[in-house]
């Protein structure tokens, strides 16, 4: 890394788990890092659910102690337009043992899928990043332009420079707005629901819905349920609609009676195929991780584990002074994996598919089993067809999506 004279070698705008995972991974090697955030933690409209993969990742650096995640057990898949259900066990649920090392009541490493409270998991990152050296500046980052010596950063407490920059500010980010494009109107989903205080469960229950194509989810978390629509933003239907409709869902379905709720709304990236393979990622002095660089699963909208590895070798890339090396590796696995996912998004939300998907996991252990690990982050989308495929009860719902692909749907 270039020694330079400035606040920091490297800035991050945003401490959410991509920032504050690249502030560890920075300022645990000796770099000089600077996070600028005036907001983080804070709880994040969206299920919350953390992979066991995802888990691993920052499992040695954070006291899991104070999460107070919820392990979840099963998850449920609704047709919304039939009203058939199918619940799926979700990995290892079994009773959690002392020598796992783990404090009594939270999820081991080993756990398929824990929900935690996004407020208290971002803020055992931050505070590992801290505890690790990295310095925490509670400003608003305002302007972002290349300059001779590195990068200049103006914010709410004044200007700042730094050798390279990480830009981990969302799907709205700043950073991607002045050194690359932002987003387009449809390479993003809105979420928009509720927070239900005072209820929670061990299940998650998704229904899948054709029109707008995606999905209502209860995701629960220590002290509520995450109720809520994603769709695309571009599907023709506004945020104030959306939620309107899940209110009716809430009412309908008696998930939260009793409880208060808390409206909430989020742009969440969700690229396909062509935008993936075009995606900017990094260029002279910096790189863009997490939801900044668009790296969340188009189908299950699921971005935690791809930003903390993304974070991570951000990491990396700043301390070899190479963002060109950042880009290659990120396109090389994570969009590969994602461009997968963009490729079967087009006939997952279709009524056939979502039909015949149903039937089959209320049938069959074996391919409850594959959607476990699929949801778990234990099976990835490059062996997804395959591993469906060895199943007979599958065939015909696999038949129906690559019938939807080339349709163009």
Not at 269 to 292: E, I, K, R, Y
């Amino acid at each position: 890394m270039k020694t330079k004279t400035d606040v920091a070698d490297v800035a991050i705008v945003g401490a959410g788990p991509a920032g504050a995972w690249a502030a560890y991974s920075l300022a645990r090697r000796g770099a000089r890092v600077a996070i600028f955030d005036p907001s983080h933690p804070r709880e994040k409209p969206c299920g919350g659910g953390v992979t066991g993969r995802a888990l691993a990742l920052v499992a040695d650096a954070i006291d899991r102690s104070g999460l107070q995640a919820r392990l979840i057990r099963r998850a449920r898949f609704v047709d919304a337009a039939t009203g058939q259900s199918a619940s799926v066990p979700l990995g290892n649920t079994g009773t959690l043992r002392p020598e796992d090392g783990t404090p009594r009541g939270v999820p081991s490493r080993r756990a398929g899928l824990v929900v935690a409270s996004r407020a208290a998991f971002d803020a055992a990152l931050l505070a590992a990043a801290r505890q690790a050296g990295a310095t925490v500046v509670g400003a608003r980052v305002t302007e972002i332009a290349s300059a001779r010596r590195g990068i200049r950063i103006e914010t709410t407490g004044g200007a700042r420079r730094a050798g390279f920059l990480i830009g981990a500010d969302g799907a709205n980010s700043l950073v991607r707005r002045r050194l690359a494009r932002p987003f387009r109107r449809d390479e993003l989903s809105i979420a928009t629901g509720y927070f239900a205080h005072g209820v929670t469960s061990d299940e998650i229950v998704i229904e899948l819905v054709p029109d707008p194509p995606g999905y209502i989810w209860s995701f629960p978390r220590p002290t509520h349920l995450a109720i809520g629509i994603c769709a695309q933003a571009d599907a023709g239907i506004n945020a104030s609609a959306l939620r309107d409709r899940t209110a009716a869902w809430i009412r309908d379905r008696h998930v939260a009676d009793g409880a208060r709720l808390e409206a909430y709304s989020w742009p969440i990236p969700s690229l396909n195929v062509q935008s993936l393979q075009t995606l900017d990622l990094a260029g002279p002095n910096w790189c863009l991780v997490g939801d900044a660089a668009g790296l969340v699963d188009p189908i299950t909208r699921e971005g935690i584990y791809f930003a903390l590895v993304s974070g991570q070798w951000a990491a990396d890339a700043a301390i070899a002074d190479d963002a060109a090396q950042y880009a290659s590796r990120v396109r090389g696995e994570l969009v590969t994996e994602l461009t997968r996912a963009a490729r079967f998004k087009a006939g997952f939300f279709r009524p056939a598919f979502i039909r015949l998907m149903v039937h089959a996991l209320q049938h069959s252990d074996t391919v409850g089993a594959v959607m476990a690990d699929l949801i778990s982050g234990r099976q990835t989308y490059a062996g997804l067809k395959l591993r469906l495929l060895r199943t007979w009860e599958w065939q015909l719902a696999w038949q129906a999506l690559a019938n939807s692909h080339r349709s163009g749907g």
